[in-house]
């Protein structure tokens, strides 16, 4: 097992930019998650894809949107950024639910 | 929609104090329940997960209980130390690979 693992650890946009955060999903781990965390709040569900398909979406706009692919990686984009998206931006993978939820360090992302 | 309180939002104890940790759900209807601490900045990191079928967990000075016709988890802490201090979350996790809803957290302080 090699855990999850998130890149980049940190990253500075500007307003407007677009921005693509990378994960590395625990081998074997079929499901990923990504959740958006502001500063003192709990992690806020963005969505979550299921061997390679979208199969849950939180309150999120269409301009953040993801990818998983065949290796257990995942990507997130997010479109247009805007000041209030700056955050830490958490991944997750799972085998299955019953097993829990394995996170990855985060990324800091700064939209200035 | 599942709403998670933890209470209480931040608690500062002297090292040595055994401590209780709250987190409370709308919803009844929970596959698991699972327990991250985080440091400041980081990622989470599981500590426990209660799947459904079971009542508590116990993983060193750690005991997690789960109550879920009352809608209640409680994470018990023994014999605190100073690592122990970070922000504690509790996640509920339904089936179905749907959202998993995160508590706002406690932030424990363990004073030496």
Same mark, same amino acid.
């Given at each position: 097992?090699?855990?999850?693992? =998130? ?6 946009? &500007? ?28 992690? =806020? ?16 706009? $269409? ?6 692919? $065949? ?30 939820? &394995?996170?990855?360090?985060? &990324? ?5 | 929609?599942?709403?998670?309180? @933890? #209470? /209480?939002?931040?608690? *500062?104890? /002297? ?18 329940? @699972?327990?991250?601490?985080?440091? /400041?900045?980081?990622? %989470?990191? *599981?500590?426990?997960?209660? @799947?459904?079928? @079971? ?10 209980? %789960?109550?879920?016709? *009352? ?5 018990? #802490?023994?014999? *605190? ?14 089936? !179905? ?5 995160? !508590? ?6 363990? #004073?030496?």
């Amino acid at each position: 097992e090699t855990g999850v693992t =998130q890149s980049p650890t940190h990253l500075i946009k &500007t307003r407007g930019q677009q921005v693509t955060l990378r994960c590395s999903s625990q081998s074997g781990h079929n499901t990923v998650s990504w959740y958006q965390q502001a500063l003192g709040q709990g992690p =806020q569900f963005i969505f979550q894809y299921y061997r390679e398909e979208e199969n849950g979406r939180g309150n999120f706009p $269409p301009r953040f949107s993801g990818l998983q692919f $065949p290796n257990y990686s995942s990507e997130l984009n997010v479109n247009a950024l805007e000041l209030d998206d700056s955050a830490l931006y958490l991944c997750a993978s799972s085998l299955d639910s019953s097993y829990g939820y &394995t996170f990855g360090s985060g &990324t800091r992302l700064t939209v200035v | 929609k599942q709403e998670v309180t @933890q #209470i /209480p939002a931040a608690l *500062s104890v /002297p090292e040595g104090e055994n401590l209780v940790l709250n987190c409370s759900f709308t919803d009844s209807a929970i596959y698991n329940l @699972q327990w991250f601490r985080q440091d /400041p900045g980081k990622g %989470l990191t *599981s500590l426990l997960l209660i @799947q459904s079928s @079971q009542r508590e967990q116990t993983s060193g000075r750690l005991n997690a209980s %789960l109550d879920k016709s *009352s809608g209640r988890s409680t994470l018990y #802490i023994a014999a *605190s130390q100073p690592g122990d201090s970070a922000t504690y979350l509790c996640a509920v996790i339904p089936g !179905g690979y749907q959202k998993v809803t995160f !508590g706002t957290g406690t932030k424990l302080q363990v #004073i030496p």
